[in-house]
C-alpha cells in the first residue's frame, strides 16, 4: 500500500503541463523492432483513432498494433485491433498472430450486458469468460495505462484478456534515462508482470514524461529472445 501510494505521489509532482490526461486526439507511432544487441529486425506501428459520438453511436476509440520482425528461420507477424469506449471499456478484439509456424487468428467480443467475452478462434473454436462492468483487453489495457498515469495514477492488478487472460500487475520502478533514437530521455519505467494459464512473463515499458505518456521503448520476450521496441521520432 505505502509503495503504491509513493508510486501515485511521484506521478503527482510531473509539471501540471503534463496532467492534462491521455489522449486527447489521434495518434500514429512508428517503432524500429531491434535485438538485444542493437541489431534491426523491423518495424512496429501503434496507432489510435477517436470516433466522435453521433446520434446512433457514442464516442469510441479504435487502437492497432502491428509487429513485423525475422531473424534467419524465425518470423514474428503480429497484427491487433481493439475497439473500446470512451472511457477505456473494451467491446471487441481482433488477434492476428504468427510466430515462427505458430498461428493463431481469434475475436473476442465483449458483451457487457451479459457480462461475458466471446471468443472464436479460426477452425471453429468457441468459449466464454465471466467480465465485469468495464473489461480491458491487452491492447485498450496499454492506452488505459497511459491515461492513468498522466493523471497520477498507476492501475491496479487487474485481469486482462489477450485471448487467454491473464493476470497484470504493474510496477512502477521510477524515473530513468535511457537512449531512443540516438538521444537521452527521461522516461518512467513501468515493469508488467503477466501470470498466464501456462506463462508468466515480464514486459518492461518505458513512458515519456509527457502529457500522452507517449510509449518510448518496449522490451518484450519471445521465444527466440526478448525484443525490444523503439519509438521513431
Same mark, same amino acid.
Given at each position: 500500500?505505502?509503495?503504491?501510494? *509513493?508510486?501515485?505521489?511521484?506521478?503527482?509532482?510531473?509539471?501540471?503541463?503534463?496532467?492534462?490526461?491521455? #489522449?486527447?486526439?489521434?495518434?500514429?507511432?512508428?517503432?524500429?523492432? &531491434?535485438? #538485444?544487441?542493437?541489431?534491426?529486425?523491423?518495424?512496429?506501428?501503434?496507432?489510435?483513432?477517436?470516433?466522435?459520438?453521433? $446520434?446512433?453511436?457514442?464516442?469510441?476509440?479504435?487502437?492497432?498494433?502491428?509487429?513485423?520482425?525475422?531473424?534467419?528461420?524465425? $518470423?514474428?507477424?503480429?497484427?491487433?485491433?481493439?475497439?473500446?469506449?470512451?472511457?477505456?471499456?473494451?467491446?471487441?478484439?481482433?488477434?492476428?498472430? &504468427?510466430?515462427?509456424?505458430?498461428?493463431? &487468428?481469434?475475436? *473476442?467480443?465483449?458483451?457487457?450486458?451479459?457480462?461475458? =467475452?466471446? !471468443?472464436?478462434?479460426? %477452425?471453429? %473454436? $468457441?468459449?466464454? *469468460?465471466?467480465?465485469? &462492468?468495464?473489461?480491458?483487453?491487452? /491492447?485498450?489495457?496499454?492506452?488505459?495505462?497511459?491515461?492513468? /498515469?498522466?493523471?497520477?495514477?498507476?492501475?491496479?492488478?487487474? =485481469?486482462?484478456?489477450?485471448?487467454?487472460?491473464?493476470?497484470?500487475?504493474?510496477?512502477?520502478?521510477?524515473?530513468?534515462?535511457?537512449?531512443? %533514437?540516438?538521444? !537521452?530521455?527521461?522516461?518512467?519505467?513501468?515493469?508488467?508482470?503477466? $501470470?498466464? #494459464?501456462?506463462?508468466?512473463?515480464?514486459?518492461?515499458?518505458?513512458?515519456?514524461?509527457?502529457?500522452?505518456?507517449?510509449?518510448?521503448?518496449?522490451?518484450?520476450?519471445?521465444?527466440?529472445?526478448?525484443?525490444?521496441?523503439?519509438?521513431?521520432?
Amino acid at each position: 500500500m505505502m509503495f503504491r501510494a *509513493t508510486c501515485a505521489l511521484f506521478l503527482l509532482l510531473v509539471p501540471a503541463s503534463a496532467q492534462s490526461g491521455f #489522449p486527447a486526439s489521434d495518434e500514429a507511432l512508428s517503432y524500429r523492432v &531491434n535485438w #538485444p544487441s542493437g541489431l534491426s529486425l523491423g518495424e512496429g506501428r501503434m496507432t489510435a483513432v477517436h470516433t466522435q459520438a453521433s $446520434k446512433s453511436e457514442p464516442d469510441r476509440w479504435e487502437f492497432e498494433l502491428s509487429l513485423d520482425a525475422a531473424i534467419p528461420g524465425f $518470423k514474428v507477424s503480429d497484427h491487433y485491433r481493439a475497439s473500446a469506449s470512451a472511457d477505456f471499456c473494451s467491446s471487441q478484439l481482433v488477434k492476428e498472430a &504468427n510466430h515462427g509456424e505458430r498461428k493463431a &487468428n481469434e475475436r *473476442t467480443v465483449f458483451d457487457l450486458h451479459r457480462h461475458v =467475452a466471446e !471468443r472464436s478462434t479460426e %477452425g471453429g %473454436g $468457441k468459449s466464454e *469468460t465471466s467480465i465485469n &462492468n468495464c473489461p480491458h483487453d491487452a /491492447l485498450t489495457f496499454l492506452f488505459f495505462t497511459r491515461r492513468e /498515469l498522466s493523471q497520477g495514477r498507476v492501475p491496479p492488478t487487474e =485481469a486482462v484478456l489477450f485471448g487467454a487472460t491473464y493476470q497484470v500487475r504493474l510496477e512502477y520502478t521510477g524515473p530513468q534515462s535511457i537512449s531512443v %533514437g540516438g538521444r !537521452r530521455s527521461e522516461a518512467d519505467r513501468v515493469v508488467a508482470h503477466l $501470470k498466464g #494459464p501456462a506463462s508468466d512473463v515480464t514486459v518492461e515499458f518505458f513512458f515519456a514524461r509527457d502529457p500522452a505518456r507517449t510509449p518510448l521503448l518496449i522490451r518484450a520476450p519471445f521465444s527466440m529472445g526478448t525484443f525490444a521496441m523503439e519509438l521513431v521520432r
